[in-house]
């Protein structure tokens, strides 16, 4: 069954329950499909008035928030040790060439690639335990993790939502011309901040160890 068609079966609190737990999950280090989910939740809002879209962002936010705290707490205690576990449990993400490139990402970028990685499905799962390993100061760690988690968490629900409200409006005048238009104007802005935040997977050669802290 599609995610959406699923999605409407279930009451509009389990929702923001599940929407808040999935993306938490996500970030804590779980591959799981946090976007895909929170991009199905927040159409799906715009189509049914009995979902809040604010308060949907919002347990989103939070979820991302909490997620990624746990996931450096985790890392900070783990070290590298849990690296090696997780590239055990997941191969396909945690295999030793996806956390050399991440690795790179946060000695290139620092506290960026935390807020940056919101936007790339790689570092979304890695930010919050490899911050962590590499010990970055808590204080730059939290800064960029709570203003990415609003930035992708609020900005996606609420693009989505509003490409979803005029797509509805202009698809009852225009038929599908009218939502086309719409898809392409909302995606837009979505796709530029997603372009500048691959710029984070720049990688180097033989790059020198750099503590995360700098």
């Known amino acids: 069954m599609h995610v959406q068609e699923w999605l409407e079966t279930v009451p509009p609190l389990a929702i923001y329950l599940l929407v808040g737990l999935v993306i938490g999950l996500e970030s804590l280090g779980i591959p799981l499909p946090g976007e895909i989910i929170l991009v199905s939740s927040a159409l ?3 189509q049914h008035g009995d979902i809040d879209p604010f308060v949907l ?3 989103a936010t939070a979820g991302a928030i909490i997620g990624d705290s746990i996931g450096y707490a985790i890392g900070r205690k783990g070290g590298r040790p849990l690296l090696a576990w997780l590239g055990a449990k997941f191969p396909r993400h945690f295999s030793e060439a996806h956390i050399a490139t991440a690795e ?3 000695q290139k970028w620092g506290m960026w690639a935390v807020f940056f990685g919101r936007f790339v499905a790689l570092l979304r799962i890695f930010a919050g335990p490899l911050a962590g390993v590499l010990r970055m100061p808590y204080w730059k760690f939290l800064t960029a993790n709570v203003l990415g988690g609003i930035v ?3 900005g996606t629900t609420a693009v989505i939502y509003y ?3 005029v797509a509805e409006s202009w698809l009852k005048r225009f038929s599908w011309l009218g ?3 719409a898809v392409l104007i909302g995606l837009t802005s979505m ?3 997603k372009r500048k935040a691959k710029k984070v997977q720049t990688t180097h050669q033989e790059p ?3 503590g995360a802290g700098d």
């Open 57 to 59: 962002g919002a347990c």
């Open 104 to 106: 790179r990402s946060f």
């Open 44 to 46: 799906l809002a715009s």
């Open 152 to 154: 992708w968490a609020g």
């Open 191 to 193: 796709l530029i901040i």
């Open 179 to 181: 939502l086309v238009a």
């Open 208 to 210: 020198e160890p750099v």
């Open 163 to 165: 490409v979803g409200v």
